[in-house]
T-cell receptor, first 113, second 109 residues
């Protein structure tokens, strides 16, 4: 099993629909992140969480919400999807302060039509 | 603001050496990381430099010069499987990581 598992791998949804992307990890890391990747824009941070009771906004949190259900689970929701949220979404984890690298999931390719 | 600049594309020959540069403008800089991402795949961590100098890990090396706000990733003995995108990322402490836009490396026979 992968260290960081994201579901679904691919999703097509309609504008205005609510959608949840899920992430679970077996690394035992406290810190979890949601990133969005768009061509030519690199990876941009949406939300991050240091532990179950800690949630923080990243640079592009508008239109998104998250839930940290357990140490190992961190989900990302789009309350009302819009086409410019079409992107590749990655969940990642890290220990300590992340200087030894983030472990990324395989990604969720989301298309909003 | 925070920004990192990398070349968008680099082409190199199998067996050769290639250097991918990264310049950064960021406050509160702690260190520079590098990630590899194959098409359709997840980014994977390659290296982290907190101090000036060269860090070597097998065929890959990473260099940092804090005074020049500059770093590079050096790939030696290039293999076809090294064709991928490479991202530098500036670590600014307390979970503030800014990624560059990536360099697509194409290795040709």
């Amino acid at each position: 099993d992968a260290d960081v598992t994201q579901t679904p791998r691919n999703r097509i949804t309609k504008t205005g629909k609510r959608i949840m992307l899920e992430c679970s990890q077996t690394k035992g890391h406290d810190r979890m992140y949601w990133y969005r990747q768009d061509p030519g824009l690199g990876l941009r941070l949406i939300y991050y969480s240091f532990d179950v009771k800690d949630i923080n906004k990243g640079e592009i949190s508008d239109g998104y919400s998250v839930s940290r259900q357990a140490q190992a689970k961190f989900s990302l929701s789009l309350e009302s999807a819009i086409p410019n949220q079409t992107a590749l979404y990655f969940c990642a984890t890290s220990d300590s302060i992340g200087t030894y690298g983030y472990t990324f999931g395989s990604g969720t390719r989301l298309t909003v039509v | 603001g925070q920004s990192l600049e990398q070349p968008s594309e680099v082409t190199a020959v199998e067996g050769a050496i290639v250097q991918i540069n990264c310049t950064y403008q960021t406050s509160g800089f702690y260190g520079l990381s590098w990630y590899q991402q194959h098409d359709g795949g997840a980014p994977t961590f390659l290296s982290y430099n907190a101090l000036d100098g060269l860090e070597e890990t097998g065929r890959f090396s990473s260099f940092l010069s804090r005074s020049d706000s500059y770093g590079y990733l050096l790939l030696q003995e290039l293999q076809m499987k090294d064709s991928a995108s490479y991202f530098c990322a500036a670590f600014r402490g307390y979970q503030k990581v800014t990624f560059g836009t990536g360099t697509k490396l194409q290795v040709i026979p």
